[in-house]
């Protein structure tokens, strides 16, 4: 077992991880921007390195900063959380050249799964399925009007540098091809340094299922079951849950098989997620692949009953999926609802100065934070201030339990979510069920934002 831990982010998830560090009788490093050093997991960490300025490029993001932290605490392994350098396969590779074990999947599968025509090309070949569309990359306008023709409008040009709704580009007709095929490229460039794009059939309204996996340094791979993610405005999610409405036990049983069957072939390790579109027919197909612990995975935590945070630190010193997970059982029912620092009406972020932070609790409730009353929300970073998390026996119970809960959480100071999460969470059509990308467009008063 690990010894110590680095632990290369900040907020919620780097007291997640300080959590299970703990559990595991684990020491800890935190670090820390100059922004943050009166923030918890510096308090909470065995150590803590300050590695720069406020921004993120400065500090978080900076390679040669976090790994002079590591090599003078003398860590044995770096835990990257989400966001920042969790999916960056440069830095997966130094971490192994300085003797450093970088908790995630290898170098290679991050760059496979960062590039997400190769993604697809891979999962399709394992028996996947995926949304129809361009066999790789299309090179030119021509090959585009090409391929678009063969799989019909609309269609949808994605970077394959990009991912999470980064530098896409719905087609509807053949005529707005040349123009959006030019800009998708220009604007692919600039975000990502690579001009390469795909194409795929446009899914209308489509839900977002996603599935946890875990993978050993043996050759194995077991899913966790499925998350619904439909609830997300401009590509951030505002509400998760497991299991979905949408998904019965048999293709949860069938696509959860093809998915490890999949990730095994390719040798997965570590923790991911296997996104997929669901379309109004009840198809559903591959989209992209995220290479790292996920905001939403307590959702998942609470229905399974495994600590995902836990299971990576022993995958990562090859422990056996056998040993870490055993036999899988899925009971009951988790919502997950995010509260940002922002306005809820326009959605504008909200730093500031928190003043009153009275947080929920009582049977099903669990709350990921790293705020508390006298905290000072930074606007460098992103706006997620707390998760709260429902659990019950069933989807009504979870319902109930978080309406009470979204009832009873006080944060005052800063503006936040929770006034849009109450209307979300007794919704009618939220009640039902009835979900879809879309469901937030209603909510949206302002298109300020
Ligand atoms: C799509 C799509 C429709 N058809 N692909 C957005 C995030 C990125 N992971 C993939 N995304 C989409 N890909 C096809 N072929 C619609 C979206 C999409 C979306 C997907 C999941 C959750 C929210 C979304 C909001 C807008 C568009």
Known sequence: MFRKILIANRGE??????????????????????????????????????????????????????????EITNVDAIHPGYGFLSENANFAEV???????????????????????QARREMAAAGVPVVPGSQGIVADEAAALAEAARIKYPVILKASAGGGGRGMRVVRAE??????????????????????????KFIERPRHIEFQVLGDKHGHVMHL?????????????????????????????????RVVTAL?????????????????????????MN??????????????????????????TGERLNDVVGKLVLHGHAIECRI???????????????????TPGGPGIRVDTAAHADAVI??????????????????????????????MFVVEGIKTSIPLQRKIITDPDFIAGRLDTHFLDRFATSRTG
């Not at 991880?17 to 684990?26: M, N, R, S």
């Not at 971490?95 to 025509?117: N, Q, V, W, Y």
């Not at 005529?175 to 795929?200: H, K, S």
């Not at 072939?265 to 996104?275: D, I, L, R």
């Open 13 to 70: 998830i780097a007291l997640r991880v300080i959590d299970a560090c703990k559990e595991l009788g684990i020491a800890t490093v935190a670090v820390y921007s100059e922004a943050d050093r009166n923030a918890l997991h510096v308090r909470f960490a065995d150590e803590a390195v300050c590695i720069g300025p406020p921004r993120s490029s400065e500090s978080y993001l900076n390679i040669p900063q976090v790994i002079s932290a590591a």
């Open 95 to 117: 971490c192994e050249a300085s003797h450093i074990t970088f908790i995630g999947p290898s170098p290679d599968l991050l760059r496979m799964m960062g590039e997400k025509d």
């Open 175 to 200: 005529e707005e091809l040349p123009a959006a095929f030019a800009t998708a490229r220009n604007e692919a460039q600039q975000a990502f340094g690579i001009p390469d794009l795909y194409l795929e």
């Open 225 to 257: 079951g499925e998350r619904e993610c439909s609830i997300q405005r401009r590509h951030q999610k505002l509400i998760e849950e497991s299991p979905s409405t949408a998904v019965n036990a048999k293709l949860r049983a069938e696509l959860g098989a």
């Open 264 to 288: 095994e072939q390719v040798g997965y390790t570590s923790a991911g997620t296997v996104e997929f579109l669901m379309d109004e027919d009840g198809s559903i197909y591959f989209i992209e």
């Open 291 to 316: 290479a790292r612990i996920q905001v939403e995975h307590p959702v998942t935590e609470m229905v399974t009953g495994v600590d995902l945070i836990k299971s990576q630190i022993r995958l990562a």
């Open 340 to 358: 940002n620092a922002e306005d809820p009406e326009t959605f504008i972020p909200s730093a500031g100065h928190i003043t009153v932070f009275r």
């Open 378 to 407: 930074p606007p460098y970073y992103d706006s997620l201030v707390a998760k709260l998390i429902a659990y019950g026996d069933t989807r009504g119970e979870a319902i109930v339990r978080m309406r009470r809960a979204l009832e």
